[in-house]
Structure formats: structure tokens, C-alpha cells
């Protein structure tokens, strides 16, 4: 049976510079956020990772959690996505041990590659052994979630008769997802029998990572896929709109100089070839359509929508986020089952 679709929203805290607000009232604004959208109903709330960005943009997602998850009571948490090379994953294993505590079992984790240079020179980790670091990465996490004594040795980790505390409150820990835009990606999410984030196009991701799944005698329809599609929603386009399409556009220019300095095309959002990240932009009907049909080509089961662009503050998402929890997601909802 499939899984019940689950709306929400993502945040990268990223505050430029010349926003005219500092970084801990941002953050206690969107903290505050958090806890009104989770009493609007929304099912998720996501992170982004990069580091050693200007703006800000948020490098530690699992304090934030924590934070959100003290003041929230439904509302589960992710990661779109942890760039696990950059992890050691029992430290990780054991953080998200404590956040499922804290949170009574809301914790899941999204993770991937990564491909920024920066990001792993300050690291002091070659981008070219993003790869083993990942694999193994897992590896250990898949066994740490069991709950069970364990040893490893691989060419990137050694660990010795691991086990995690305290225990998980999700029996096999917390979901796990994987990130993929490419066949080895999709391949990479089936293996490791996680869910997945697609970041590329539809045939070498959601379909091989279904392919690879049904050949190994599971069926897809036992997992989520999971990705951002922004929705903006308003009666007035042409007076409400601009201001976010300029975020938008300071948003878009980090992904630029990171997909150049890593020597990759375009952002996926600008890749016809790619699944479309593109915004949904328009009143409660057209983006209730829009949507419904995105998630019916593609099998979504988790959606989220950026909840506050970079140089916006909370404020001034508000109007379009509180129709898109009480208006749009029980649409999409409906029209989903």
C-alpha cells in the first residue's frame, strides 16, 4: 500500500548580509515559525547543510531540530540533504539517537554525497573520496540503527564493538533516505533499502532506484520519495511575487558558483532533463493542481516548499505559508487517496 502523502517545508537559515537582522533573531524567528506551522498541521520540517557560506547558511541541522522539537509536538524532522562524507557516522548515529529521544521518535535523516569543493576543504576531505566516505558512511549507520554490537573496518572508518545508547524510540532508527542524481545514486538508495531524494532525472533516479528494488523482490510502494518543489501562494501574483522571485534569485546565485567551482552544469532546477524543482506560483486552485499533477507523474510522498527564501524574514512568508498548510496540502491530501 502506498505511504500517505506528508506536506511541509525546508529551511536553509540562510540571512544575507544586508538583511538588516541578526542571526539569533532570525533564528528565533523561525523557531517560532516552526511551532506555528506545526499547529497548522504541516508533517515535516527539512534542513539544507552547506558551510562556510556568507549568508549563513545553516552548516548543523540537528541542534536545530533539537531545538524545534522541545517546542513542536507532531512535526517530523529531516535532512535534504547531510553531506555524510563530512560526518563520522557513529557520532551521528549517536546524535540522532538522542534527538529521537527528545522528539518521542520524529527524527529521519536525508543523506548524500555532496560536491562543493569548500565545503570538504575545510573538512580536509579529498572531494574524490566522497564516494568511499558515503558507502561506508552508511554502512556503519545502517548497522548503528539496528541497535545491535557491531564492528567495522574499511578503508575510511575502523570502529570496534559499536553499539549505540541510548536506544532509538523508532524501532530500526530513525528513517533513513538517500539522495541520488544519477543511476549510482538511485542504485546506492536501493541498496542500502532507504528512501529516497531524487535530484535528477526521472528515469536515472525514481525509476531505477524502483527497478532495483522490484528486482530484489521489494516493492516500492513500501518506501517514500521525497523532494522540494516550492509553492508560493497568492491572489495577486504580480504585486506579491517579485519580492520572493528576487530571494529566489540570490538563492539560485550560491548554487551557481558551486556548481562551477565543482565543475558540474547547470543548478537541477535550471536542467530541463531533471526533475523540476521549478516554483509553483499562483492562488489556492492553480497551485492545488499544479502540484497534485507533479505528484501523481513523479510518486511523491513528501513534499516540502522552501518557508523562508534568503533575505526574507519569516513575516513575510507567512500570509502564503498558512494557506498552503490549511488550503493546499489537505487538497493534495485528498486528491492523493
Known amino acids: 500500500m502506498k505511504p500517505n502523502l506528508r506536506i511541509g517545508v525546508v529551511y536553509d537559515f540562510r540571512n544575507p548580509p544586508n538583511s538588516g537582522i541578526d542571526n539569533k533573531t532570525f533564528y528565533s524567528e523561525i523557531l517560532e515559525q516552526a511551532v506555528w506551522l506545526d499547529s497548522l498541521g504541516l508533517d515535516l520540517i527539512w534542513f539544507t547543510e552547506h558551510h562556510f557560506v556568507d549568508d549563513g547558511y545553516l552548516p548543523s541541522w540537528i541542534p536545530v531540530a533539537a531545538a524545534m522539537a522541545a517546542r513542536t509536538k507532531n512535526v517530523r524532522f529531516s535532512s535534504d540533504i547531510s553531506i555524510l562524507p563530512l560526518y563520522q557516522p557513529v557520532r551521528l548515529a549517536e546524535d540522532l539517537a ?46 548503528c540503527f539496528t541497535g545491535k554490537k557491531f564492528s567495522f573496518e574499511g578503508e575510511r572508518y575502523c570502529v570496534r564493538d559499536v553499539v549505540i545508547k541510548p536506544k532509538y524510540v523508532q524501532p530500526g532508527g530513525p528513517p533513513l533516505w538517500v539522495a541520488a542524481s544519477s543511476v549510482a545514486g538511485a542504485r546506492r538508495a536501493a541498496h542500502f533499502d532507504s528512501h529516497l531524494l531524487p535530484q535528477g532525472p526521472f528515469d536515472t533516479t525514481i525509476q531505477t532506484w524502483r527497478d532495483e528494488l522490484k528486482n530484489t523482490g521489494r516493492s516500492p510502494d513500501d518506501y517514500r520519495i521525497g523532494i522540494i518543489k516550492p509553492c508560493f501562494v497568492t491572489d495577486d501574483k504580480e504585486l506579491e511575487w517579485p519580492r520572493v522571485r528576487e530571494a529566489e534569485r540570490q538563492r539560485m546565485q550560491y548554487y551557481r558558483r558551486a556548481f562551477e567551482a565543482a565543475g558540474r552544469n547547470a543548478p537541477p532546477d535550471q536542467d530541463r532533463e531533471r526533475i523540476s524543482q521549478n516554483w509553483v506560483v499562483g492562488n489556492v486552485d492553480y497551485c492545488v493542481a499544479e502540484l497534485t499533477k507533479f505528484i501523481r507523474e513523479n510518486g511523491i510522498t513528501d513534499l516540502v516548499t522552501w518557508a523562508v527564501p534568503p533575505g526574507l524574514r519569516p513575516v513575510d512568508m507567512a500570509t502564503s505559508l498558512e494557506k498552503f498548510a490549511t488550503q493546499v496540502a489537505p487538497l493534495l491530501k485528498a486528491a492523493s487517496e
Open 98 to 143: 538522542v534527538v529521537d529521544n527528545l522528539s518521542g521518535g520524529r527524527i529521519e535523516l536525508g543523506v548524500g554525497l555532496g560536491y562543493v569543493p569548500w565545503d570538504f576543504d575545510g573538512y580536509g576531505i579529498p572531494v574524490k573520496q566522497r564516494v568511499s566516505h558515503t558507502d561506508e558512511g552508511l554502512d556503519i549507520l545502517t548497522r
